[in-house]
């Protein structure tokens, strides 16, 4: 979504606002993004749904404090967002199953559930879109795959992609690919950040305080970050131009490379999904 571009979206319910629910929440609340008719939330605690009681075009609902907080939210939402917790996903789609608004499109943001699980649960008349965005999102630079069930149309699709848009970029790929999407972008953030915290803990050991050792990582990850967006280029060229022939770099690339990095990414991401395929398991 850039700056100037205007976004219009119809009532939207968001079933657990956690961290990634209040995330996309928060790109909904961009300027330039109408949501008419209203956003709807509900949380588990009077206190947290207090959290958005001054946010404009927000209800907010506790379920301490209203037993039937999920279905008055999704009641009318032509979106309804399930953001709660994975286990406790089938439990919520009972509850509400004879309340969403019939042609709603459900979107699912719970890891290892699939489409067949909502679509035996939920009604005939409704599409269920799965998706798998990443933290990031917090800071409107999510990567979010999204994938389509059979009774999912193209403008379903197409109404989830600008939703997720208002956090970052999209990605639409088959269900089949989504948990192996989500070892790479998904839990890729963390591969980033375990990567910087090595890499600032070799600085320290070099002699650097631990705030000279922030700077230093820090900056340069995102500085190469931003370059390789600003620049187009593949990131190996961009690699080659900073690796000098019989250079310093060449050497500790040449360490780099003894690591055998990307059969090490295979086998870590190879883990990621067996896992993710355990956890889809009844």
């Known amino acids: 979504m850039t700056e100037t571009q205007s976004i219009l979206l119809p009532t939207i319910a968001i079933l657990g606002a956690g961290s990634m629910g209040r995330a996309i929440l928060s790109g909904l609340l961009k300027p330039g ?8 939330v509900t949380n588990r605690t009077s206190e947290k749904a207090h959290d ?33 917790k994975p286990g406790m996903v089938t439990d919520l789609l009972r509850e509400i199953a004879s309340s969403v608004t019939p042609g709603a499109v459900v979107v699912s943001v719970a890891a290892g559930v699939t489409i067949a699980t909502f679509e035996s649960i939920l009604p005939k008349s409704v599409s269920v879109v799965r ?33 997720f848009e208002t956090v970052g970029e999209v990605v639409e790929v088959p ?36 705030e000279q050792a922030k700077t ?24 080659r131009r900073v690796t000098s022939p019989n250079g310093t770099t060449e050497r500790a690339i040449g360490v780099l490379e003894t690591a055998h990095l ?21």
């Not at 993004?33 to 709807?40: A, D, L, M, P």
């Not at 917090?138 to 992609?161: F, K, N, Q």
């Not at 600032?200 to 002699?207: E, H, I, R």
């Not at 900056?219 to 060229?237: H, I, K, Q, R, Y």
């Open 175 to 210: 269900e089949s690919q989504l948990d192996a999407l989500g070892t790479i972008s998904g839990s890729g953030p963390a591969y980033v950040f375990y990567l910087i915290e090595q890499l600032t803990a070799t600085a320290v050991d070099k002699g650097f305080t631990p």
């Open 262 to 282: 990307k059969a090490l990414f295979d086998r870590a991401t190879d883990a990621a999904l067996a896992r993710a395929r355990e956890l889809a398991e009844p």
């Open 33 to 40: 993004v109408e949501v008419q008719g209203g956003i709807r």
């Open 131 to 163: 998706s798998m965005p990443n933290t990031p999102a917090i800071v409107g630079r999510a990567v979010t795959g999204i994938s389509g069930g059979p009774r999912s149309t193209a403008d379903d699709l197409a109404l989830v992609r600008t939703l």
């Open 52 to 84: 958005f009681a001054e946010a404009p075009g927000i209800t907010a609902f506790a379920t301490e404090e209203e037993a039937e907080a999920n279905q008055l939210a999704v009641a009318g939402a032509e979106i309804v967002l399930v953001a709660v």
């Open 216 to 239: 230093l990582v820090h900056g340069t990850f995102l500085g190469a970050s931003e370059l390789l967006v600003a620049s187009g280029e593949d990131p190996a060229e961009l690699r």
